[in-house]
């Protein structure tokens, strides 16, 4: 059965069975209009070519189902056996038609539409998925805000694109994609995520093919991922395809930092803002947490200015940059009372350590810039101090190395950025360069491991070497060498 | 929601104008123009488009573009096989038939010109990367740099070349990469233009620089790149005519931004907006420009870690100290050239002399802005717009040869501003003529660069001529490996 032609013949099942289908149709309405006119012959040669008609959908779908690619599974052989009664029922009914009597066909053809049912639906599961009739149906289920990414996104998106050939039913190519075993183990041509080969990974790899690619998936005539799936897909891999936890950009947004009690700014503080030439924006869209930068007036933004500036927004500042502005101390308490502020620079301002110890205990701050600004060894308990902090940069702040290790050992949780990067190690340094055949004639200084040219046969002459995998290989003359990397393969065997 | 876009939205605004105007007279008028432009009405839209489309990992980008396109095989990436293959024919294997300049396409003879330039391998956060003796300033800061040795790009000549690179289409006509950030964004800086030029004049092979490439083709004139001009006066046109006082500069803005209201009250042409606006930045950056470019409050240290031409305006290491400080006062885009890298003959006396000139500064700008915490939220991208051939342009000696154009492969790199750093990316192969593994086209770039700035690329967009133009087209993929 595995002669091509054969195989070509059990394709064509899915087309073939349409036709004793439309036939059945024109049955029923014949039947339907048998009370008004002789339908006797209608009857007869319809009732005869319905079960040509399905003899020839069984035969080829049971080449399709025995085809040497196929797997075995239970839904199969459910499909195949209904397939073959019906098959036989439109055969008792064609020689039912052919009584006077119409009672014992009708009978018969009720029996072949109880049958017609069953097994277009168990057909139907097999290349469309389970499910696929009533999904329209169902409620979509938002993805939660926590917990985790492949189950809530990733498994719903593959069961509907991807299991019909991939999950419990059939296995196509031996890969299953409903499990996280299956996705793990790949299929008969290897992983389908990442790899040390391939790091995107050959399911990414096919779903962003070209639809008429044939390595595309899903098949062309099949169901197609939404934009949004792939994107959905692409961040999940993207993020090393964790099985467990969320991914960024997959789930509904994690409720945003500052949950939805923080109320969207006063446009009259907005406004003022926009006066004075400072800039504030959205942290995102929507987002009443705003970024503001005081770069354009640093050099005349005085404490009190800010003060008068900033105190209308001080739930929703989250970023605040100051820098190069001459605020001092007595800004701090401020600062410290806007709960949702993450990232403040300081940088190039006058405030001390003392003035820092205002902010202890902030609940939110994890980012500060206070470079150059003239903060003494007095700031290292008061960044201590700070509970969110994870990244500081204090380059030329004034803290001593000593009082720079003692917040080390207490807060080994803060990336101290204190001093200016340091040079990458050099790790190796090539030999002196020699480039092909000096004028003076020092030749380049390469022994080659082999005796005769792999190309030509004749004897090798130094001045006509390469490094090849590693080794210095010579050829007779010039020309050799460029044979040879046409095909490096072709002379492979030649080498010692 | 642009509401250049919208005529409905221009309407209301003719209403406001000119019912103002009617009843308390047009000085009402310009104030509302006034709150309008500079920004109460825009508060809090980050630029025309609205502003990030999520949130974003960079804030500035400076884009050091090296004109004339520099050798990746005498810089970046490295191919010591190649030493022993000098003067050797180019197989046509690798060649396969490409198309060539008219500068080479006569010669008969493609002899292979390995680097004769030294490399090293400097530490980073896989095993190193290899770099050349002629950067070593820029290698000691490996660790933080993300090397892309696979960048392709289509134009093989410098103009459509750079038109490629700076706007994503290789006719002129469409806005530079700046003009489109500085939309997409705003200003975080009312005092200065939110896209910076900045013009070093190298000492190799010149190529025209149009100052088309840093137009605003069809998105509204402001968003143009300003350029910063060595010397006494950085910005032309800036200072008051001799014998013109502060005070009457003043009257004549606010009695040409009057007659403009009434204009554009009268055609809702949005250009007559863009004008005003510009005048009346012009007339705060009398103020901002002399502190911006005077570098007097820089220390000493500072001034040495750029090296000895920082004195020397317009030099690259000025206009890198300047590109810093523009960055610290929150210009969005700063677009430094650096000309002269178009070596066609002579290729290790120009390329030697030429990052002589870029080596230590652009060094010092990474490390400046590393320990400043600067390069958290600024992006730094050096690029030429191509590459440049192995084979020798001209003849060939062991210590003297050239390059043309190669569009096929070259390397670029980037830092901060959420870029992986200490990685390279891509691969070429022996040759350094073709690319061996994940290829990064133009519009790829781009697309990265715009998400990590908040911006997706898809939706970035200006209607003109009846559709959608984007700086992509209709291309680009977010090449997430180069991401933190």
């Not at chain 2, 003719?14 to 009405?41: K, N």
């Not at chain 2, 004008?275 to 007339?283: C, D, G, I, K």
Request: aromatic share 6%; net charge negative.
């Amino acid at each position: 059965m595995s002669e091509p032609w054969v195989q070509v013949l059990g394709r064509l099942h899915p087309l073939l069975l349409h036709l004793p289908l439309g036939l059945l149709a024109a049955l029923v309405a014949v039947e339907l209009l048998a009370r008004r006119r002789d339908v006797t012959d209608a009857r007869r040669l319809l009732s005869a070519l319905t079960a040509a008609a399905a003899l020839l959908a069984a035969g080829t779908g049971w080449l399709l189902g025995h085809a040497p690619d196929r797997v075995e599974t239970e839904l199969v052989e459910r499909h195949e056996q209904l397939g073959l009664f019906l098959a036989g029922a439109c055969l008792l009914a064609a020689l039912l038609a052919r009584r006077a009597r119409p009672g014992a066909y009708r009978v018969a053809l009720l029996g072949v539409l109880a049958l017609a049912v069953p097994t277009g639906h168990l057909g139907a599961t097999l290349t469309h998925g389970a499910d696929f009739l009533l999904e329209p149906l169902r409620a979509p289920t938002a993805p939660p805000a926590g917990g985790d990414a492949y189950a809530a996104v990733v498994a719903p998106l593959l069961a509907a694109r991807c299991s019909a050939c991939h999950g419990a039913e059939r296995q196509k190519s031996d890969l299953r994609l409903d499990s996280p075993e299956g996705l793990r183990a790949g299929g008969k041509h290897g992983p389908v995520l990442a790899s040390g080969a391939a790091p995107e990974g050959e399911l990414l790899r096919r779903v962003r093919l070209p639809v008429d690619d044939e390595d595309h998936m899903p098949p062309e005539g099949k169901s197609q991922l939404l934009a949004a799936e792939l994107a959905a897909l692409e961040a999940w891999i993207g993020a090393g395809a964790p099985f467990a936890g969320p991914v960024a950009g997959l789930m509904a947004p994690a409720a945003p930092p500052a949950p939805t009690a923080v109320p969207h700014a006063d446009p009259a503080a907005l406004a003022a803002l926009a006066e004075a030439l400072v800039h504030a924006e959205p942290l995102e869209p929507g987002s009443p947490l705003l970024w503001v930068d005081t770069a354009a007036i640093a050099a005349t933004l005085d404490d009190a200015r800010a003060r008068a500036l900033l105190e209308p927004l001080h739930e929703q500042l989250a970023d605040l940059s100051l820098a190069r502005a001459p605020v001092g101390d007595a800004l701090m308490p401020l600062l410290a009372a806007m709960p949702n502020i993450e990232r403040l620079d300081l940088s190039r301002t006058r405030v001390t350590g003392a003035g820092l110890a205002a902010l202890s205990g902030h609940a939110r701050l994890s980012e500060l810039r206070a470079v150059r600004a003239p903060l003494g060894d007095a700031a290292a308990d008061a960044l201590a101090a700070l509970p969110a902090l994870r990244r500081a940069h204090v380059w030329e702040a004034g803290l001593s190395p000593e009082a720079l290790a003692r917040l080390a050992a207490a807060r080994p949780d803060i990336e101290l950025l204190a001093r200016s990067p340091a040079d990458a190690e050099i790790l190796e340094v090539e030999p002196p360069v020699v480039v092909g055949s000096d004028p003076a004639g020092a030749a380049p200084t390469l022994a080659p491991a082999n005796a005769t040219c792999p190309v030509s046969g004749n004897p090798v002459d130094p001045a006509f070497a390469i490094v090849f995998e590693g080794r210095v290989i010579g050829f007779c003359c010039q020309k050799c060498p460029v044979t040879f990397w046409e095909d490096p393969a072709a002379f492979r065997a030649r080498l010692p | 929601m642009d509401t250049r876009r919208a005529p409905g939205l221009d309407l209301t605004r003719r209403r406001f104008l000119s019912g103002a105007a009617g009843t308390a007279g047009a000085a009402l008028g310009v104030a509302a123009l006034h709150g309008l432009l500079g920004g109460a009405a825009r508060a809090l839209d980050g630029g025309p488009t609205g502003g990030v489309h999520f949130r974003p990992r960079a804030r500035r980008v400076i884009y050091l573009h090296m004109e004339g396109a520099p050798s990746h095989l005498d810089l970046y990436d490295w191919k010591p096989s190649l030493r022993a293959r000098f003067d050797q024919e180019l197989p046509e294997s690798v060649r396969q038939g490409q198309r060539l300049t008219g500068m080479t396409s006569g010669q008969t003879r493609f002899p292979v010109a390995p680097s004769i330039f030294r490399f090293s391998r400097h530490a980073n956060a896989q095993d190193g990367v290899w770099l050349s003796e002629l950067i070593p300033h820029t290698a000691a800061m490996a660790g933080k740099l993300c090397f892309v040795h696979s960048m392709h790009t289509e134009a093989i000549n410098h103009e459509p070349g750079i038109t490629f690179f700076q706007t994503g289409h290789q006719q002129p006509g469409r806005p530079s990469f700046g003009s489109w950030i500085s939309y997409g964004l705003g200003n975080a800086n009312a005092n200065l233009p939110a896209f910076a030029v900045l013009i070093t004049q190298g000492t190799g092979n010149m190529q025209a620089l149009s100052a088309r490439f840093w137009g605003s083709g069809f998105l509204p004139s402001e968003h143009q790149g300003c350029q910063f001009r060595a010397g006494e006066n950085p910005v032309l046109f800036l200072r008051d005519p001799a014998g013109v006082r502060p005070q009457d500069r003043r009257r004549l803005l606010d009695l040409s931004a009057r007659l403009n209201a009434e204009e554009h009250a009268r055609t809702l042409d949005p250009e007559i907006l863009a004008r005003v606006s510009q005048f009346e930045m012009a007339h705060r950056m009398q103020m901002s420009v002399p502190e911006l470019t005077d570098f007097s409050d820089e220390d000493a240290e500072t001034l040495a870690l750029y090296g000895p031409d920082v004195g020397k305006p317009g030099s690259f290491a000025a206009n890198c100290l300047l590109a810093r400080r523009l960055c610290e006062r929150g210009v969005r885009f700063v677009q430094l050239y650096m000309r002269g890298w178009d070596a066609h003959n002579n290729l290790p006396g120009e390329i030697r002399s030429q990052c002589l000139a870029v080596d230590q500064p652009q060094a010092a700008l990474v490390r400046d802005l590393a320990r400043r915490g600067l390069l958290d939220d600024t992006l730094v991208l050096w690029a030429g717009e191509f590459g440049r051939t192995v084979y020798s342009q001209g003849d060939l000696s062991a210590t003297n040869y050239g390059r043309d154009h190669h569009p096929r492969c070259f390397s670029i790199w980037m830092a901060g501003g959420g870029v992986r750093p200490g990685i390279s990316y891509g691969r070429t192969d022996d040759y350094g003529y073709n690319i061996a593994e994940n290829p990064v086209s133009v519009h790829d770039l781009h697309a990265t660069l715009l998400h990590l700035l908040g911006l997706d690329h898809t939706r970035l967009t200006w209607r003109h001529q009846g559709r959608d133009f984007r700086l992509t087209d209709v291309f680009g993929e977010v090449r997430r490996e180069l991401l933190a």
